[in-house]
């Protein structure tokens, strides 16, 4: 697989600062080879965590029938030596967006990188945010139709109510019912289409649950990698991070302080906060009769959001999370923090929103003792292969004209095919209609001085009348070229899905079905993956 850098302006600015080194984000976000050398030298873990990391990593392993490689990258976190590249993502519907198999496929890609430049093991770890409670971010599948547009399938029908971590949540009949739906309509093309739903299907009784399935997924899919998939609401692990809430229930101002205070640091360099702290909150949710609740501050005691009956002193939520820190689980500003905890992390990979408040953590970090992460822009790469490349090359165009605007470039081919020349004949004759129509309403205006205005309407009805016209001369030009239009809009359909970032408007699975199950090992294997910047992936369909 090829993957070049696009000659385009990155779209995102905080992603385009972070691939230059911008002096404004450097202080806030360790990056590049230099900080990588430096981070690598602060691991924290004794080897005590060590053991019960990689024995809790090894169970869930097993149960995901992870590959040897994943299970082989395991047992090298008990050597003192090794660091981890973390991504992560919810565990979305049969896998959720394109740029999460892009989020799995950089880490694997950032690890071998960093592994070759320290001289030390560097292991990819991926962690999947099971104890997100919001179904609506992950429920959704979006699948291209063959004429072009998409259909969007739903998870579940109707949405569970409450807030329920997503992870746990029974999803065997829906994840059957997503799986023949798909089956039963024409979405999704592709030479591995059945396959790809027969491995869906497949793993449904084994790992019935939301999280389970969407981890069993990966795991198959990246069977020859190293990557690692974690599931942060496992007790043993839980219980490796029951330091981080205690300390954030005891004294939840030093949390909010240093919160503020890289808001105010953020801000300072004229840049928008992206996750405001809110006022009383503890950055700790609750699970209390299986919904989380943001456990919040009220004078000396802590209150779960909702639950004013709950209410306990400090000291008694922190003894709580100690005994049953299952029952805990980080809001997003200390989730960072609980992975730095938890694991030997040497950087982790982030997409344009998660480098936004990634910025504001540094003083977060240092309050809980946790080395701040390099941090690696999440690869952004288009896929191109099969029908697309086919198209591209036969109408002459690169990757950058489709996304700069394939619209215009159809326009602009249309125009070399008329013959008639309708843009310049209906520009001289709206000149003419202006230049004889005010001579006609000069000579009628002394009749009346209403005659002027009422000249005015009809020379708009008549302009509008020609632009009826114009438009029935451009519709004629097209169906007369109408394989060109369907050429355009497919690429269009292909590269841009309604002008959007391809791998963040379709689901993953598409891209599977497209180009074979081992496209994520396959782009994971790439070094140019590494390379920062939107790219274009040139993809050999799967035999």
């Known amino acids: 697989m090829h993957l070049r850098a696009l000659s385009l302006p990155d779209p995102d600015p905080w992603m385009a600062a972070l691939a230059v080194g911008a002096d404004w984000l450097r202080a806030r976000l360790p990056y590049g080879d230099a900080d990588l050398a430096r981070r690598a030298e602060m691991d924290h873990l004794d080897p005590g965590r060590r053991r019960a990391l990689a024995d809790a990593l090894a169970a869930q392993a097993a149960q995901l029938g992870a590959g040897e490689a994943s299970r082989a990258a395991i047992e090298r976190l008990r050597d003192p030596r090794t660091l981890v590249v973390v991504a992560g993502q919810q565990a979305g519907a049969l ?26 093991p560097v292991v990819p770890v991926f962690w999947t945010a099971t104890e997100d409670h919001d179904v609506g971010e992950i429920q959704r599948l ?14 579940f029908q109707p949405v569970p109510a409450g807030r329920r971590p997503v ?57 020859s990698t190293p990557l690692v998939l974690l599931d942060p609401m496992d007790e043993a692990l839980r219980r490796l991070v029951a330091d981080v809430f205690e300390r954030a229930l005891l004294d939840p101002e030093a949390v909010a302080a240093a919160a503020r205070a890289g808001e105010r640091a953020v801000a300072a360099v004229g840049r928008e906060v992206q996750v405001p702290w809110q006022e009383r909150e503890t950055g700790v949710f609750a699970l209390l009769d299986g919904e989380r609740h943001m456990l919040e501050v009220e004078g000396a005691d802590l209150v779960p959001r909702g639950l004013p009956g709950e209410r306990a002193a400090r000291a008694a939520w922190a003894e709580r999370a100690r005994r049953t820190p299952a029952a805990f689980s980080s809001a997003v500003h200390l989730r960072p923090v609980v992975q730095g905890a938890l694991l030997p992390v040497l950087g982790v990979v982030l997409g344009p929103g998660e480098v936004r408040y990634h910025a504001q953590l540094r003083e977060l970090f240092e309050l809980f003792d946790v080395p701040v992460p390099v941090v690696w822009p999440r690869p952004r790469a288009v ?15 690169e990757v950058e004209d489709v996304l700069g605007g394939w619209q215009a470039r159809l326009e602009a081919a249309l125009a070399a095919r008329d013959t008639v020349g309708i843009e310049a004949a209906f520009t001289r004759f709206d000149a003419r209609l202006a230049a004889a129509h005010g001579e006609l309403v000069a000579t009628v205006a002394p009749l009346g001085r ?22 029935k001369a451009e519709q004629a030009l097209r169906q007369g070229n109408d394989t060109l239009v369907r050429q355009y809009r497919t690429v269009g359909e292909h590269l841009a899905p309604e002008s959007g970032p391809q791998d ?28 920062g910047g939107v790219m274009a992936a040139e993809v050999v369909d799967a035999p």
């Open 95 to 120: 896998g959720g967006p394109g740029y999460t198999l892009l989020k799995a496929a950089g880490a694997v890609a950032y690890a071998r990188r960093a592994q070759a430049l320290l001289g030390r």
């Open 142 to 155: 979006r699948l291209p139709l063959p004429g072009g547009g998409h259909r969007d399938f739903h998870l």
């Open 167 to 223: 992870g746990p949540m029974e999803a065997g009949d829906a994840l059957r019912r997503l799986v023949r739906e798909v089956r039963e309509s024409p979405a999704m093309p592709g030479a591995h289409r059945q396959e790809v739903l027969d491995l869906a299907e497949g793993l449904i009784d084994g790992h019935p649950t939301v999280g389970g399935h969407f981890m069993a997924l990966m795991a198959r899919l990246f069977a």
């Open 383 to 397: 896929l191109v292969g099969g029908t697309a490349r086919r198209l591209l090359t036969r109408l002459g165009l």
């Open 450 to 471: 209403d005659l002027v205005e009422l000249g005015e309407k009809n020379l708009r009805r008549m302009r509008d009348e020609a632009a009826w016209l114009r438009s």
């Open 504 to 531: 963040r408007h379709l689901s993953f699975v598409a891209f599977l079905a497209q180009y074979g199950l081992d496209l994520g090992e396959r782009l994971a294997a790439s070094d140019d993956l590494c390379q």
